[in-house]
């Protein structure tokens, strides 16, 4: 890698990790340390191929995908961890309870989805692609991304049926436990 490539990397680094590390926090569940690991072997991954490189973050993108994929398919058991986080900082405007309500109990909902369902929402909703490129990413059909939105979706209304019923209905703070992530 020359001089201008290594220039080049760095900006695209610079420009683009917060936005790609959303995504990989949000394809584990909202595990940073998990998020963090999966970004950095993606752009290990890129940098060897810079490049060759014409879109650089589809491209990186499409790799932690692929990563997070082949983590579902590891053999080994994972175990869940506890990780005492406080809320992050509520949105202007709005109730700042009830926005702190809302995001814990989405975060305990989305962490107990399995890690396929929670990838297939954070590319229909957060990334917000088609139904046909998803299941490009994922090497499904597009039948098998619609039961899996579908499916999800369900579970989280379930989980949370605040969200459901635009947040008219309130949990007491007692009800809330801690979040639990899977890295």
């Not at 379930?158 to 899977?182: H, I, K, N, Y």
């Amino acid at each position: 890698m020359d001089a201008e490539d290594l220039r080049g990397f760095r900006e695209f680094v610079d420009h683009r990790s917060s936005a790609l590390l959303t995504t990989a926090v949000l394809l584990c569940g909202g595990d940073r340390h998990a998020g963090e690991d999966l970004l950095q072997n993606a752009l290990v991954k890129a940098v060897g191929r810079w490049r060759r490189i014409e879109d650089p973050e589809a491209y990186v993108r499409r790799i932690l995908y692929r990563q997070q994929i082949s983590r579902w398919r590891l053999k080994w058991p994972r175990q869940e961890v506890s990780v005492p986080e406080p809320p992050e900082d509520a949105a202007a405007g709005g109730d700042t309870e009830t926005l702190v309500e809302r995001r814990l109990l989405m975060r305990q909902a989305l962490a107990a989805l399995t890690d396929r369902q929670r990838t297939v929402l954070v590319l229909r909703y957060y990334e917000d692609l088609p139904e046909g490129d998803v299941a490009r990413l994922l090497g499904c059909s597009v039948g098998t991304v619609r039961s899996t939105t579908h499916r999800s979706l369900a579970k989280l209304r379930t989980l949370v049926p605040e969200a459901a019923d635009g947040g008219r209905t309130r949990r007491p703070a007692s009800e809330f436990s801690a979040v639990e992530v899977r890295p």
